[in-house]
């Protein structure tokens, strides 16, 4: 707003008192001030609407919790906090004693079911069994086989594997500590999908369109612009969602919320010092409609961004 003030009087100093192409009198004065109020409050309405621009930005990325699917001691753990590992890494093993011997016990039972099923069958056919023998045989193979499944489950999950590329934020494990099902052990950040939300004012989502072009810089990275699009909209929040209950909803807890996050792709050209979340951002969104507003935008956009050098 302050540069768009300082722009039209650098415009009425040159008409009226640099090339003097029109009197400095009381009426142009007056049609000055008028003309100077309607282009700074349609600029300003062009700015919030059709280049909406946000300071409530962040880098963010899914987290989640990282919990074994079977329970034991812990033999080694394979990774280091904030370590950056790859899909499929392993992040820690947990002793399969247990979970070999029940599969060995499994596997033994299970040859000898098939066996006796094979034998029955021929005893079966010459009348020297039952029909029901035969089934009941059938039944105890199927629930052995069930039971080898899980229980290659269970072996096969005592070495813990990271669910993408990613770092570990959280980790205190250390070998013979005893973990437990379901149990979160580890904080795990995925890096692959890392994108920029930012809170924009409602009155602007209805210009804004999946692929927009926008701007946005870090004070990490001050002086330096990036060029991004946005990539989703959230579709709900929580001051939105309704609980189930006996009482009735009081009006007085209910936020007026003016604000809304809208997703951004991380710049392809951001160097490695911006894949961390939790990083602030200056967004400024540039919609379809933006024309000779986004000029303005732009330029604000950066004198801002400039300004993260020196304070």
Sequence with gaps: ML????????????????????PWSKPFQLIALVLGVVILLGFLAGLENLTPASLQATTASR??????????QVTRVHVEQDEEVEKGAILFEIDPTLYKAQLKQLEA????????LGQLGELTEVDAASRFQLEQTEAEVEQLEAQLTAARFNLANATVRAPGRGRVARQQLRPGVQ????????????????????????????????GDRALVSFPALPGQVFDTRVAAFQSAIAEGQLFPGGQLASVQQRRMVRAFPVWLSLPENAPPDLRKLGLAARVTIMTERAGLVAIVATFMHWFKTSLDIVL
């Design 3 to 22: 540069i768009i003030a300082c722009l039209y009087a650098a415009l009425v100093y040159l008409v009226f008192f640099k090339f003097k192409l029109l």
């Design 63 to 72: 987290v989640v919790d990282i919990a074994p699917q079977v329970g034991g």
């Design 109 to 116: 039972g299970l040859a000898l079911a098939r066996l006796r």
């Design 179 to 210: 973990v437990s099902p379901a149990r979160s052990v580890m904080t795990f950040v995925g890096t692959e999908e890392i994108v920029i939300v930012a809170l924009v004012k409602q009155k602007a989502l209805h210009n804004l369109r999946l």
